[in-house]
């Protein structure tokens, strides 16, 4: 299981951008489709962004097209999440996730392996 650790919350106003970081323990860091979802309050935890293995494939839900961008680094084990513009309905708590399957993954029962979350709070 790879164990992952993210980075980057915080506070930030509406229209403003904060970038995530996802680093990984295991050097087979590269071996992993990744993806970031999120959590708000008293509501079901919801897919965000995804890359694969290679980093040729992304993947993103409707609300953060054209706000946000995955990447990774595989030199350094650590996956991204530029996010721009954001929104107060974006505050929530953000995990990144790892799978050993293949592609760019939207759907969180394919991952198994998640960080504890970092937060993200805009406000307006």
């Known amino acids: 299981q790879v164990q992952l650790v993210e980075s980057g919350g915080g506070l930030v106003q509406a229209g403003g951008s904060l970038r995530l970081s996802c680093a990984a323990s295991?050097?087979?860091?590269?071996?992993?489709?990744m993806g970031w979802f999120r959590q708000a309050p008293g509501k079901e935890r919801e897919f965000v962004a995804a890359i694969s293995r290679s980093g040729g494939s992304t993947a993103y839900a409707d609300s953060v097209k054209g706000r946000f961008t995955i990447s990774r680094d595989i030199a350094k084990n650590t996956m991204y999440l530029q996010m721009n513009n954001l929104k107060p309905e974006d505050t929530a708590v953000y995990y990144c996730?790892?799978?050993?399957?293949?592609?760019?993954?939207?759907?969180?029962?394919?991952?198994?392996?998640w960080g504890r979350g970092t937060q993200v709070t805009v406000s307006s």
């Open positions: 996730a790892a799978s050993s399957l293949f592609g760019a993954l939207t759907t969180s029962r394919n991952f198994g392996s």
């Open positions: 295991e050097r087979t860091f590269s071996a992993n489709s």
